[in-house]
Every structure is written in structure tokens, then in C-alpha cells.
């Protein structure tokens, strides 16, 4: 009898909602009609494009087509665990994300605080624009001004360690030296970008907030600890979920460009390999499984940074 009630509120709940949300389109059919480009691109490149999985579980020949390849079951998976240079590859992925989560993850938040203390309007938006148009270059150009810069043969920074004394270090062939290269280029270019991220979050901050603690006598620095950062916690806890799961995305377009032979064993990561093992060698079956591997890492990395944020901080994605 129970159980029966509680059927018959559930599909009334359901009917209700449909009636309402019929009632919403009717009312704000343009907006709907918006997402709809937006629900066609999704379908196209982001689910339909799924149904290429499969070729992960196969023996995949390009002449024969999908359907028609045989199953190889987990095979390529066997090779991913058991195969040394995955297990470089993967290493090499981890180290250079870390790297990068712990050395440019706080780097826009601490400049985002220094700009928003600037009170000259002029100067404040001539720095914001200085540091964040790198963001609009593709990693080809970007690739190109460092290896300019840095070259053994006339590059500026070796010409003046020359001048001081020192040897032309190589930078793109040492292979001691090429992930703080980088981490380098890859802060130049994208740490303006997410400050100004941070910046907007921090115009959502109630300014009495800050008027409050000048009455009761707080300098710069505990208001920007007991005010500015707590009003942050949100943002930045939505930007270390989503750079979690994109922890096994080292930075791929940045590395094909600026890599080569001599420093494959420091800065060969999943996105490259896949690159070189699916169209160098044509093995597509296999470079599916290591990117279906890559992709379940991400998605579960995601799960549980929002649940551990949402357990210690109460703030999450969802």
C-alpha cells in the first residue's frame, strides 16, 4: 500500500515537471532555441564520435572499416599494463602535471591578489593586458619565441650567461634541464589567462567585508587572508577539480612542438605517444586503449577531487 502512494507521487512529481517545463518553453522558446548549435555540436563531436571506443576492444584495419575488424578483447590493454615505454609515458605524464599543479596553480591566484591591490586604473589595465595576451598564441609561435630565445647558436639567454662567464647550456637537448622549460613557457603563457579568472571572482566579494575589518583595524595582509581568500575557496576549488582531471593531459600541443629525440625518456607523455604509436605506426587499436585509459583516470580523478573538496571544504562542481 506503501510502496503504491509513494508510485503515485513520483508520477505526479514527473507529470508536474512536465507541465511546467513545457510552460518554460513556451515562455522562453528563443533561449531554448539557443542551445540548440550548441546541443548539435555536442552530439557530433563530443558523443557521436564515442562509438570509436569500440575500436580499443579490436584488431582494427582501416581498409576492412570498424564493424567489420576482429575482436581482440582486452589484448591492447595487456600490452598497455605490461609495455616499459607506457610505463615511461605515464610517469613522465605525472611528473610534469604535478610539476605543474605545483608551481603555476598558485602563481594566478597570488598575481590576481597583487593586481587587484593596484589602484592606478591605467597602469593596472596595461599590466593585465601585457600578461595575459601570451594566452592568444599558438603554441607553434610560442614554441618558436623560446627556442629563439634559448638556442645554443645565438639564442639571447645563452648569449648572456656567455658574457658572464658561463657555458651555452641546451636547453632543448638536455634532458636535466627540458621540464623546466616547460614549465616555464607554459606559465608564460597561460598564468595571465587564469588570473583574470580570479580576478573576476574577486569582484563578487562584498566590499563591506573589507570596510569592516579597516574599522577593526586589519592591514592588507589579514584582510587578504580572512576576506579575500576564503572568498576565493570556491573558484579555486572548482579549478583544482577540473586541472585534476586533466592531470593525464601533460600539455600535448605545447610538448609535440617543442620536444625532440633527446629528450623522449623526460617529456614523452600519453598525448604524444598516442600521436606517434596511432599515426607514426598506424597501431590505432592500441593508441584507442591507452586514450579509453587516459580518459577513465580523468573522469575518475574528477570524482573524487569534487568529493573529497565537498567533504572537507563544502564546496564542489556538484
Known amino acids: 500500500m506503501h510502496l503504491g502512494k509513494r508510485t503515485e507521487t513520483i508520477q505526479a512529481a514527473r507529470r508536474s515537471y512536465s507541465r511546467q517545463l513545457l510552460v518554460d518553453i513556451r515562455k522562453d522558446w528563443d533561449l531554448y532555441a ?48 605490461t609495455s616499459a615505454d607506457f610505463m615511461e ?26 593586481m587587484n591591490e593596484l589602484r592606478h586604473l591605467a597602469f593596472k589595465r596595461t599590466v593585465q ?31 648572456l650567461i656567455v ?9 632543448f637537448l638536455d634532458s636535466d ?4 622549460v616547460l614549465i ?12 583574470i579568472i580570479y580576478l573576476a571572482a574577486m569582484m563578487g566579494i562584498d566590499q563591506q567585508l573589507y570596510e569592516a575589518a579597516k574599522m577593526d583595524g586589519a592591514g ?11 572568498g576565493l575557496v570556491p573558484i579555486i576549488t572548482l579549478m583544482f577539480i577540473l586541472r585534476l582531471g586533466a592531470i593525464l593531459e601533460a600539455g600535448t600541443e605545447q610538448i609535440l612542438v617543442m620536444y625532440n629525440p633527446s629528450v623522449y625518456n623526460v617529456a614523452d607523455v ?24 587516459e580518459s577513465i583516470i580523468a573522469f575518475v580523478l574528477i570524482i573524487g577531487g569534487n568529493w573529497l573538496t565537498r567533504k572537507y571544504t563544502q564546496s564542489g562542481i556538484w
Request: aromatic share 16%; hydrophobic share 50%; net charge positive.
Open 34 to 81: 539557443a542551445l540548440i548549435p550548441g546541443i548539435v555540436f555536442l552530439l557530433l563531436f563530443k558523443y557521436t564520435p564515442m562509438y570509436g571506443i569500440v575500436i580499443a576492444f579490436k584488431d582494427f584495419n582501416i581498409f576492412t572499416g570498424i564493424a567489420d575488424s576482429e575482436w581482440a578483447g582486452l589484448k591492447h590493454f595487456a600490452r598497455l599494463f
Open 129 to 159: 593586458t601585457i600578461v595575459y595576451l601570451p594566452h592568444f598564441l599558438s603554441w607553434v609561435i610560442v614554441g618558436g619565441l623560446f627556442l629563439d630565445l634559448l638556442s645554443v647558436n645565438g639564442g639571447l639567454v645563452n648569449k
Open 220 to 230: 592588507k595582509w589579514k584582510q587578504t587572508i580572512h576576506i579575500t581568500i576564503p
Open 270 to 293: 600519453i598525448g604524444t605517444y598516442v600521436y606517434r604509436v596511432g599515426l607514426g605506426e598506424q597501431n590505432y587499436s592500441f593508441s584507442t586503449a591507452v586514450g579509453l585509459f
Open 89 to 114: 609515458v605515464f610517469r613522465n605524464t605525472l611528473i610534469i602535471s604535478l610539476y605543474k599543479i605545483i608551481f603555476l596553480f598558485p602563481l594566478p591566484i597570488m598575481m590576481a591578489i597583487m
Open 163 to 171: 658574457s658572464l662567464g658561463g657555458e651555452p647550456i641546451r636547453f
Open 177 to 180: 634541464i627540458f621540464r623546466s
Open 184 to 195: 616555464t613557457s607554459a606559465g608564460w603563457k597561460e598564468i595571465g589567462w587564469n588570473m
